[in-house]
């Protein structure tokens, strides 16, 4: 698991269903991911630039109702999820997204504007809470 992955697999994020899976859990679905980020590099694409990573679970979770978009036309969770992701990609290019993670990658998600109050609080004291010797080099942007 990626460091950020580590920090979001936390109780606070554990307790509230948003953890991420670890990568062993789900090794197609790693390896189709890892392929993808490769020819999308071929064609010009940068990693952290104009290739972002998100993670929609916790995105449903910590935005604000009006942050979403229609998606009356999305038919399924993976079509709502898609959804999200563009929004982020979206947000990405008019700067209204943050990150968090370390070399091994990083994790985009919407300003911090976008986010209900009480998962600001309950993100900013598990940030604040981390232990610092396993989390020393995460960094982030998000309070900025």
Same mark, same amino acid.
């Given at each position: 698991?990626?460091?950020?992955? #580590? ?6 994020? +554990? ?6 899976? %670890? &990568?062993?859990?789900? &090794?197609?679905?790693? =390896?189709?991911? !890892? ?19 998100? @993670? %929609? ?7 604000? #109702?009006? @942050?979403?978009?229609? =998606? ?5 969770? =993976? ?15 008019? *700067?209204?997204? +943050? /990150?968090?993670?370390? #070399? $091994?990658? *990083?994790? @985009?998600? %919407?300003?911090?504007? *976008? /986010?209900?109050? $009480? /998962? !600001? $609080?309950? *993100?900013?004291?598990? /940030?604040?809470? !981390? ?5 020393? !080099? ?7």
């Amino acid at each position: 698991m990626r460091l950020y992955e #580590k920090f979001l697999s936390t109780s606070i994020f +554990r307790k509230e269903r948003v953890n991420p899976l %670890p &990568p062993a859990l789900m &090794p197609e679905l790693s =390896n189709f991911a !890892r392929e993808l980020v490769e020819k999308l590099e071929k064609k010009g694409f940068v990693l952290g630039i104009n290739l972002v990573e998100t @993670f %929609p679970t916790l995105v449903k979770k910590i935005c604000k #109702k009006e @942050f979403f978009l229609n =998606n009356s036309i999305c038919q399924t969770e =993976n079509q709502k999820s898609a959804l999200i992701c563009a929004q982020i990609a979206f947000l990405h290019s008019q *700067f209204k997204t +943050r /990150w968090l993670g370390y #070399k $091994d990658g *990083f994790l @985009f998600l %919407p300003e911090i504007s *976008f /986010w209900k109050k $009480d /998962w !600001r $609080d309950k *993100f900013y004291q598990a /940030w604040k809470e !981390r232990p610092r010797l396993k989390y020393h !080099r995460l960094i982030t942007n998000l309070f900025r």
